[in-house]
């Protein structure tokens, strides 16, 4: 079985620039989550979706941070502008639905200089 | 402030030791799960423990889910530098969003 599939793997942009990360979870994963994780700290839990509805964004800088799953599938999730703190690694996971065990991908590092 | 708090934030043994890590809440959880994370990967499930009271063994490593459901801890008997990881615990909060700790970083040196 697939597992979630993340690209890129490595990204490096200036402050002020835009950036766009991609995320392909397990086949028939309706629960699709994106997380920041600052080096040295926990996942951040930035949304949540069920199918292609949003389930929980609260922790989502909205003013900077966009995130689409259009078909209930793929999703991406974008920064514009990115801020130096924005440099993390954004993971993306899926479950199934009702089910809390989720399985995540390796991972986009991003470094805003 | 965490929902989930982990400790301890660091911990380096030799191989061969054993160890205990854990994860504390004031806040109940109708499950809770441990993921392991190697540098440049994401997290990998380990274990789901559900019922109060709970122990659930993975090979060396003991994972038991405290009786009132706030709490958990993981045990590592005789560690070995394989074991070396980011140990996070995460459980469902009241909105069924799944919500991490901020780990317990292990190093197990040869």
């Known amino acids: 079985e697939a597992g979630v599939a993340q690209s890129p793997r490595y990204k490096i942009i200036e402050k002020r620039q835009s950036v766009a990360f991609w995320c392909n979870p397990i086949?028939?994963?309706?629960?699709l989550y994106w997380y920041q994780q600052i080096l040295g700290q926990g996942p951040k839990l930035l949304i949540q979706?069920?199918?292609?509805?949003?389930?929980?964004d609260s922790q989502l800088p909205k003013d900077r941070f966009s995130a689409e799953r259009l078909k209930g599938v793929d999703s991406t999730l974008k920064i514009q502008p990115a801020k130096l703190e924005d440099s993390a690694v954004y993971l993306c996971?899926?479950?199934?639905?009702?089910?809390?065990?989720?399985?995540f991908g390796q991972g986009t590092r991003l470094t805003v200089v | 402030t965490q929902l989930l708090e982990q400790s301890p934030q660091f911990l380096s043994i030799q191989e061969g030791e054993n160890l205990t890590v854990y994860c504390n809440s004031s806040s109940v959880f109708s499950s809770l799960q441990w993921y392991r994370q190697e540098p440049g990967e994401g997290p990998v499930l380990l274990v789901t423990?559900?019922?109060?009271?709970e122990v659930k063994k993975l090979k060396r490593l003991t994972f038991q889910f405290g009786d009132a459901r706030k709490d958990s801890s993981l045990h590592i008997t005789a560690a070995q530098p394989g074991d070396t990881g980011l140990y996070l615990c995460a459980g469902e909060d009241n909105n069924n969003d799944m919500r991490f700790g901020a780990g317990t970083r292990l190093t197990v040196k040869p």
């Open positions: 996971a899926s479950s199934l639905i009702g089910v809390p065990e989720a399985f």
């Open positions: 086949s028939g994963h309706a629960t």
């Open positions: 979706f069920q199918n292609n509805g949003v389930v929980d």
């Open positions: 423990v559900v019922t109060g009271g």
